[in-house]
């Protein structure tokens, strides 16, 4: 044991790696439908393991940081900017509302009970349940305490406060928003989704379905009302379920790639494509199934489109489809439609967005036409563009190092703060352009994840040593606080959003959701609704809530 400590307090990066992996493994593991989550495993890891009086230099938890807040400004700036510039300006003022009533709930909380600035932005960023709080009030009050005339303060106490507040931070509000939320205000939110759905037209989509299969077959054409008539002709009377992609050709078994004005005859093998459910409903029409390898040897691809086309920007999803996937002897299907990586209900009557991303199947000549129009087809690639994402923190971390004196008192944004707003910027760019800024999917959850969980270890190792005292002083007063912040911004939220802003219900406990950036409570909602339908209040509340949060901790640490 001796031996293992002492290689851990020479070689503390061991430590640093050991926390990350206890965290992630603990943090996965299921007790029924709860589990503590990575963060707070990992933070409890850290504060376990830094009993052995470890020390980390503090540049390394704002590195780990930077990277966390710029990967977190990337994916959701897109989703921020379009915020502020359409109609989804009313979700940014309810976030904003919803915020500020957990700042000032936290602040009063903090004074009532004599809390420093530490112990209050891990009150705030517990039960609030946002990360963020916790690694911008680190950063300003280490500036701060380097100033001169700084005042020391208390750091092991934050997170203290973060790993007592969180579990009921996101358990309580998986469970307020899902289970307990519709009962108060007296809805259906299974029923009311389903209307949603219904009045959008989400369940009459191309891709309706979780579960939905895509196929092709090939028949040899024996029904006498399809002699003579187009591939055109033939797709309507099936009402454009299923589309004619090939034919072999009865007289010199020719192979042709279809147009609308292709013509087929008796005898004629076709290639259909479809979903299986059109497929089977279909299939006595043309004649006996053959097995013809090379007609149905056609390349194929699914491809993600991401949407830049000012033409398309801003039009239905049934428009799109109609218009561009609805043409005779195309046969292209929208498998998935998602916006800032969470998966949307697929609704005739949907407005796609610039850096919306559609996810089409079909022949892959015809999806390469789609594509040009649509915007960028963003193939799968492994490379990041390192620089762009360098260069861009470099740019925040300056812009928000610069301090301004107002009556004597020194004001900043800080480093961390400029990272999220450099990432945001850095984001709708990418989403914009696509043309330069890769990161893709894998690699921004790395520097999502180990940015922020390397961040975390770091504070739980040099936090150590003064948890147990810690937490044998503030822990039961902690939790009944916590707990207070979690609830109070939910019930604000719902009065405003039922009240004021008049939110469909599922749109508006996705709006919760997403104001708290609680990932979790989407979750148990969408499971709750059996239906996306949460998801689109989701989006623009946990864009807005990362930025908002961020500069309402800069408010917090200046209060006290």
Same mark, same amino acid.
């Given at each position: 044991?001796?031996?293992?400590?002492?290689?851990?307090?020479?070689?503390?990066?061991?430590?640093?790696?050991?926390?990350?992996?206890?965290?992630?493994?603990?943090?996965?593991?299921? +007790?029924?439908?709860?589990?503590?989550?990575?963060?707070?495993?990992?933070?409890?890891?850290?504060?376990?393991?830094?009993?052995?009086? *470890?020390?980390?230099?503090?540049?390394?938890?704002?590195?780990?940081? =930077?990277?966390?807040?710029?990967?977190?400004?990337?994916?959701?700036?897109?989703?921020?900017?379009?915020? +502020?510039?359409?109609?989804?300006?009313?979700?940014?003022?309810?976030?904003?509302?919803?915020?500020?009533?957990?700042?000032?709930?936290?602040? *009063?909380?903090?004074?009532?009970?004599?809390?420093?600035?530490?112990?209050?932005?891990?009150?705030?960023?517990?039960?609030?349940?946002?990360?963020?709080?916790?690694?911008?009030?680190?950063?300003? *009050?280490?500036?701060?305490?380097?100033?001169?005339?700084?005042?020391?303060?208390?750091?092991?106490?934050?997170?203290?406060?973060? =790993?007592?507040?969180?579990?009921?931070?996101?358990?309580?509000?998986?469970?307020?928003?899902?289970?307990?939320?519709?009962?108060?205000?007296?809805?259906?939110?299974?029923?009311?989704?389903?209307?949603?759905?219904?009045?959008?037209?989400?369940?009459?989509?191309?891709?309706?379905?979780?579960?939905?299969?895509?196929?092709?077959?090939?028949?040899? +054409?024996?029904?006498?009302?399809?002699?003579?008539?187009?591939?055109?002709?033939?797709?309507?009377?099936?009402?454009?379920?299923?589309?004619?992609?090939?034919?072999?050709?009865?007289?010199?078994?020719?192979?042709?790639?279809?147009?609308?004005?292709?013509?087929?005859?008796?005898?004629? !093998?076709?290639?259909?494509?479809?979903?299986?459910?059109?497929?089977?409903?279909?299939?006595?029409?043309?004649?006996?199934?053959?097995?013809?390898?090379?007609?149905? /040897?056609?390349?194929?691809?699914?491809?993600?489109?991401? !949407?830049?086309?000012?033409?398309?920007?801003?039009?239905?999803?049934?428009?799109?489809?109609?218009?561009?996937?609805?043409?005779?002897?195309?046969?292209?299907?929208?498998?998935? #439609?998602?916006?800032?990586?969470?998966?949307?209900?697929?609704?005739?009557?949907?407005?796609?967005?610039?850096?919306?991303?559609?996810?089409?199947?079909?022949?892959?000549?015809?999806?390469?036409?789609?594509?040009?129009?649509?915007?960028?087809?963003?193939?799968?690639?492994?490379?990041?563009?390192?620089?762009?994402?360098?260069?861009?923190?470099?740019?925040?971390?300056?812009?928000?190092?610069?301090?301004?004196?107002?009556?004597?008192?020194?004001?900043?944004?800080?480093?961390?703060?400029?990272?999220?707003?450099?990432?945001?910027?850095?984001?709708?760019?990418?989403?914009?352009?696509?043309?330069?800024?890769?990161?893709? @999917?894998?690699?921004?959850?790395?520097?999502?994840?180990?940015?922020?969980?390397?961040?975390?270890?770091?504070? %739980?190792?040099?936090?150590?040593?003064?948890?147990?005292?810690?937490?044998?002083?503030?822990?039961?007063?902690?939790?009944?606080?916590?707990?207070? !912040?979690?609830? !109070?911004?939910?019930?604000?939220?719902?009065?405003?959003?039922?009240?004021?802003?008049? #939110?469909?219900? @599922?749109?508006?406990?996705?709006?919760?959701? @997403?104001?708290?950036?609680?990932?979790?409570?989407?979750?148990?909602?969408? /499971?709750?609704?059996?239906?996306?339908?949460?998801?689109?209040?989701?989006?623009? %509340?946990?864009?807005?809530?990362? *930025?908002?949060?961020?500069?309402?901790?800069?408010?917090?640490?200046?209060?006290?």
């Amino acid at each position: 044991m001796d031996y293992i400590i002492h290689t851990l307090q020479k070689y503390p990066e061991i430590a640093i790696y050991l926390t990350i992996a206890v965290g992630f493994w603990v943090g996965n593991l299921n +007790l029924g439908k709860f589990n503590l989550g990575v963060v707070t495993s990992t933070l409890l890891a850290g504060l376990l393991i830094g009993q052995v009086h *470890l020390v980390i230099p503090a540049v390394l938890q704002s590195t780990f940081f =930077a990277m966390f807040l710029f990967a977190v400004g990337y994916a959701v700036g897109p989703q921020f900017i379009r915020a +502020l510039k359409s109609d989804g300006i009313s979700q940014v003022f309810f976030t904003v509302l919803v915020c500020a009533s957990g700042l000032f709930t936290a602040i *009063l909380l903090g004074k009532m009970l004599h809390y420093d600035a530490a112990l209050t932005a891990g009150l705030l960023s517990g039960g609030y349940t946002n990360s963020t709080v916790l690694g911008v009030a680190t950063d300003l *009050l280490n500036q701060a305490s380097q100033m001169p005339g700084g005042v020391k303060v208390a750091m092991a106490l934050m997170p203290v406060a973060y =790993a007592v507040t969180y579990p009921f931070g996101t358990a309580g509000s998986a469970w307020f928003l899902a289970s307990f939320a519709p009962k108060v205000l007296g809805f259906n939110l299974v029923e009311e989704c389903k209307t949603y759905e219904k009045e959008n037209g989400s369940g009459h989509t191309v891709g309706s379905t979780a579960y939905r299969e895509f196929s092709a077959r090939a028949f040899q +054409l024996n029904n006498v009302d399809l002699f003579d008539k187009t591939v055109s002709e033939v797709e309507a009377m099936f009402n454009h379920e299923i589309f004619v992609r090939r034919v072999r050709q009865a007289v010199g078994a020719k192979i042709v790639d279809c147009e609308g004005s292709t013509r087929i005859q008796r005898n004629d !093998v076709v290639a259909i494509s479809g979903t299986l459910t059109a497929l089977l409903k279909y299939q006595h029409h043309f004649g006996q199934e053959v097995k013809d390898v090379p007609l149905l /040897d056609f390349s194929t691809e699914l491809l993600d489109l991401v !949407v830049t086309s000012r033409k398309y920007a801003g039009k239905t999803l049934g428009d799109i489809t109609g218009e561009l996937f609805g043409k005779p002897g195309r046969g292209l299907f929208l498998t998935r #439609f998602s916006r800032g990586d969470l998966d949307m209900p697929m609704g005739q009557d949907v407005v796609v967005q610039r850096g919306d991303v559609l996810t089409i199947l079909g022949a892959k000549q015809d999806v390469a036409v789609v594509a040009k129009q649509l915007g960028y087809a963003d193939r799968p690639l492994e490379n990041s563009d390192m620089a762009f994402m360098g260069f861009g923190i470099v740019a925040g971390s300056i812009l928000g190092a610069i301090t301004v004196h107002v009556a004597g008192i020194p004001l900043s944004f800080g480093t961390s703060v400029g990272s999220i707003v450099a990432g945001i910027v850095c984001g709708y760019l990418r989403a914009s352009m696509r043309t330069f800024g890769k990161i893709p @999917g894998p690699a921004l959850w790395v520097f999502n994840n180990v940015g922020l969980n390397g961040f975390i270890a770091v504070i %739980g190792l040099n936090a150590a040593p003064g948890f147990i005292s810690g937490l044998q002083q503030y822990g039961l007063t902690l939790l009944f606080a916590g707990a207070v !912040v979690t609830m !109070v911004p939910l019930i604000v939220g719902l009065l405003l959003g039922r009240f004021v802003f008049k #939110f469909h219900p @599922g749109i508006l406990l996705g709006a919760c959701a @997403g104001a708290r950036s609680t990932t979790a409570a989407l979750g148990a909602l969408q /499971d709750a609704a059996q239906s996306k339908v949460p998801a689109l209040g989701y989006t623009v %509340g946990y864009a807005v809530s990362r *930025l908002v949060m961020a500069v309402f901790t800069i408010v917090l640490v200046n209060v006290f």
